[in-house]
């Protein structure tokens, strides 16, 4: 007994312990994530934190609880669903909740306004061409650079044909469409055929330095010979008549407005930027005064300006229409904002990006169009997405002009006294501030989702 | 020894040549051409427009505001801070109140939004599940629904969830009571010797601030800690009680007075007793303080994501207890990510403050572009005028924001 070995010596190994329930599967999970902040009453200040904490958590549950169980109540549970008899408001007011009958029955103004029933295909037509487009260059499809190219040129002047029409079969005369082309079409044709002889120094060094210019104008010029001949052509082949921009109205409004504004602003927004960032002083200057004044004041008062200051500034007789006065509003705002955006993505430029590219002799738009904007905008991609979310939920602002867009189309139906109940004017908010969300939500993810991609590629 | 190189040298131009390749000269003629357009378009715009008055009958200038104005307009700061009174007052008078009322909302909506803001940007980085959840739900519902909306669904959710304007609710009892007619609280009135009680205030706030650096500069030469705030609760609240109880408490407050009994067209709140707010303030107020908070989460949540672990691990090491690292090392080193962003928010409130004139709160776009320029409809000095005053307000919280950055910048060596 004296001489045995009394020290201990563990000769298999000890089975392996699981690990403390604090720490796997769902209590740990709950422990780790819900409890663990409010458990800490080591020290005066932890208690004081946890106590904190216990009220926060115990605030934002039974108010989330409160929330959705409200709005379940409100959509669901204690909503009217159906009208078979077309009582309308007396269907509706028996029941506390949403009132979708409502919904259904104002479902074609919140989409189209008061747009043609008959005529209703066109918008449909453009809006598919626009969700198709969008969805090819949002997800990696081939050819994107193509289908932005034409999205960008091509499907504006479809959808405004398709939307608005031309005034043109009203009496079958086709002589004073070309009576507006021949002009330009000469002035284009004297135009281009100098460009041709002047861009290979032919004409001497000075007529090869104007050749750009030469070309500029013979471009302007085709445009405005060709766009009504393409409007009329494709108007005729499609048969559609006019449907004045005062009959639209809803959703359709709304894309129209911030489609105008996201496309007019990623140009305009360049040339801004650009000129911000150039040397030329009344380049400079110019841009910048522009930016900063837009920047420094609300929508509305650009919206004010476009709809009742601008026609004091037209030729007496020139009048346009609001819509598309409201557009031009828009326009400039947003590219205001834009060109901030894009100067972000040119000042985070390396110089070497620059001077590599003045090393290979390019000129200063080849080196703009072939190295530096096509990384600048690559990196500034989730401001770009941000400034069209800001644009597309600032599109509301156009209601206050009397312009019908989704939100003020909703608002309008309110006042129709067949569906006055209690709970209407929450149902239409509700189905609103859901499409909007949508739309937003959708943009804010694709924006995260890029910024992710273009993070990855850095690091 | 020199070398020299043999490039291809481009020949030497002269004459118009040599002008139209030299970067100078296109750059002046570029700029030339630009110039030239503005002009054009300045002189045409000009033109144009007084052609158009001439047309109409109408002069440019700016003598209707010296003109009474006689619309009614909602009883709200601006109102008061002018004394509004409908037909003698000048539409000069209008500018002023409409502007004041644009600027009590900004203001008092970027306070409450900067404290909304900070609570959810820092709840979303929470380790807590729930709080977390919490925060995210919020910042991504208010910022992806637009602010009109939002606007809208304030104004008919207070009206809904308020007695009608013949009775009253409270929320705290015997001080603020509401209908839907407003929110009326007590509303304190000053007699003579009043001025003694706010000088006094004004002394005591100085006093504290010099107490306080006193107190630091002890501390960084001897050590010595003093009981800095305890000192300035004293000061502020002793100075000025005791010039308040000396001159005779110079202070009565009136309340608001609420008729239950009588004819039924007369009952509710009597008008101009105690003071008021507006329903629709209200309903701007939570929207755009909601709303706003939403994005100033998103900007506080980068800023302190911005500032590296390293940071905290440090100040751990050195034994901070964790509420002095967030104040002296997180917060200061975030700020500075997060000033130039919350600058644009503070901004962006003001100016979506516009958007009162959808449902008729009486600010610089509602009642200056909108009513006023219906009743005399001069558009190009009302419309100037509007840009004008947002421009300035703009330069102004602009220039006072990049005082506060540069004051908290880091200073590089």
Redesign the interface.
């Given at each position: 007994m004296t001489d045995k070995n009394i020290a201990y010596l563990r000769t298999t190994e000890a089975p392996t312990l699981p690990p403390p329930s604090t720490e796997v599967g769902l209590r740990g999970w709950l422990w780790k994530n819900i409890f663990a902040s409010m458990a800490d009453y080591s020290s005066t200040g932890k208690a004081i934190n946890s106590i904190l904490m216990t009220i926060l958590t115990v605030g934002s549950a039974l108010f989330l609880y409160w929330l959705i169980a409200g709005i379940l109540d409100f959509s669901i549970f204690s909503a009217t669903f159906s009208d078979p008899e077309g009582q309308k408001r007396e269907a509706c007011v028996v029941n506390a909740g949403a009132c979708w009958p409502y919904v259904q029955a104002k479902w074609y103004q919140f989409m189209y306004g008061f747009y043609p029933k008959e005529e209703v295909w066109r918008v449909n037509v453009s809006m598919f061409l626009l969700a198709v487009g969008t969805a090819w260059l949002v997800f990696p499809m081939p050819r994107r650079g193509l289908v932005a190219g034409l999205m960008l040129t091509a499907f504006p002047i479809i959808s405004f044909v398709l939307l608005n029409g031309m005034p043109v079969e009203d009496d079958g005369d086709l002589s004073h469409i070309f009576a507006g082309v021949w002009f330009p079409l000469i002035i284009a044709g004297v135009t281009g055929a100098g460009w041709w002889l002047a861009k290979d120094g032919r004409l001497g060094e000075v007529a090869a330095a104007m050749a750009p210019i030469l070309l500029m104008v013979t471009a302007l010029f085709g445009l405005f010979a060709f766009l009504p001949l393409i409007t009329a052509g494709l108007d005729i082949a499609l048969g559609t008549t006019v449907v004045e921009t005062n009959q639209w109205g809803g959703l359709t409004i709304t894309l129209v407005v911030a489609i105008a504004g996201i496309v007019a602003s990623l140009p305009l927004g360049m040339l801004l930027a650009l000129g911000r960032q150039s040397d030329a002083p009344i380049i400079k200057y110019t841009s910048v005064i522009f930016i900063e004044v837009v920047r420094g004041i609300p929508l509305i008062s650009v919206l004010f300006f476009a709809s009742a200051m601008l026609p004091y500034f037209l030729a007496p007789g020139v009048d346009f229409n609001k819509l598309l006065r409201a557009m031009i509003g828009v326009m400039l705002f947003s590219s205001a904002y834009m060109a901030e955006v894009i100067r972000g993505g040119l000042q985070a430029m390396p110089k070497g990006q620059y001077e590599g590219g003045m090393s290979l002799g390019l000129s200063f738009w080849q080196q703009m169009r072939l190295i530096i904007m096509p990384q600048a905008l690559t990196t500034v991609i989730p401001g770009i997405v941000n400034t069209f979310i800001g644009l597309f939920k600032d599109t509301t602002l156009v209601l206050i002009i009397s312009i019908f867009d989704l939100l003020g189309m909703m608002n309008a139906t309110l006042t129709d006294p067949t569906w006055a109940t209690p709970t209407t004017a929450y149902t239409g908010y509700l189905v609103i501030a859901f499409i909007y969300f949508v739309f937003c939500f959708g943009m804010s993810r694709y924006s995260v989702y890029m910024e992710n991609k273009l993070n990855r590629g850095h690091r | 020894m020199t070398t020299t190189n043999e490039v291809d040298q481009e020949p030497e131009?002269t004459g118009?040549?040599a002008l139209?390749?030299d970067s100078k000269a296109r750059?002046l003629f570029?700029?030339g051409v630009?110039?030239i357009i503005?002009l054009a378009m300045i002189y045409?715009?000009v033109q144009?427009?007084a052609?158009?008055?001439a047309?109409q009958g109408k002069e440019f200038g700016f003598d209707f505001f010296d003109r009474p104005s006689d619309v009614q307009i909602l009883t709200t700061f601006g109102t008061w801070l002018i004394g509004y009174v409908p037909g003698e007052s000048t539409i000069f008078d209008v500018l002023k109140l409409s502007v004041a009322n644009t600027l009590i909302l900004a203001v008092v909506g970027i306070f409450f939004a900067t404290i909304l803001g900070f609570l959810m940007g820092i709840?979303r980085l929470?380790?807590?599940?729930?709080?977390k959840?919490?925060a995210t739900?919020y910042i991504?519902?208010m910022?992806?629904?637009?602010?009109?909306?939002q606007i809208?669904?304030w104004n008919?959710?207070l009206r809904?969830i308020a007695p009608g304007p013949r009775d009253s609710g409270t929320f705290v009892p015997g001080l603020l009571q509401y209908n839907t007619k407003g929110i009326y609280g007590p509303f304190p009135i000053t007699h003579d010797g009043f001025y003694l009680t706010v000088i006094a205030v004004i002394i005591a706030i100085g006093a504290t601030i010099a107490y306080g650096k006193y107190a630091k500069k002890l501390q960084e030469s001897t050590g010595k800690q003093s009981p800095v705030f305890l000192v300035s609760i004293g000061i502020l609240v002793g100075l000025p009680a005791v010039v308040f109880l000396i001159t005779g408490r110079p202070l009565t407050i009136e309340w608001p007075n609420f008729v239950s009994e009588g004819p039924m067209l007369r009952r509710g709140f009597e008008r101009g007793i105690g003071s008021y707010i507006a329903p629709e303030f209200m309903a701007l107020f939570l929207a755009l303080t909601t709303y706003t908070a939403a994005f100033i989460g998103e900007i506080v949540r980068a800023g302190i994501q911005a500032v590296p672990r390293g940071q905290s691990e440090a100040s751990e090491a050195l034994g901070l207890?964790?509420?002095l690292t967030m104040r002296k090392v997180i917060l200061p080193q975030a700020f500075r990510v997060i000033i130039p962003p919350l600058t644009s928010q503070y901004?962006n409130l003001t100016?979506?403050s516009?958007?009162a004139?959808?449902i008729g709160y009486p600010e610089l776009?509602a009642v200056f572009?909108g009513t006023i320029?219906n009743q005399v409809g001069r558009?190009?000095e009302i419309?100037?005028v509007?840009?004008i005053v947002?421009?300035t307000i703009?330069?102004l919280t602009s220039m006072f924001m990049n005082w506060f950055n540069n004051r908290v910048k880091l200073v590089e060596r």
């Open positions: - | 131009r118009l040549a139209v390749y750059s570029f700029q630009l110039a503005i045409l715009a144009n427009a052609q158009n008055l047309d709840m929470s380790n807590n599940f729930v709080i959840g919490f739900i991504e519902v910022r992806n629904i637009p602010l009109l909306l809208f669904f008919a959710a809904l207890p964790g509420g901004l100016k979506n516009s958007l004139a959808a776009v572009a320029l558009a190009i419309v100037a509007v840009i947002y421009l703009s330069l």
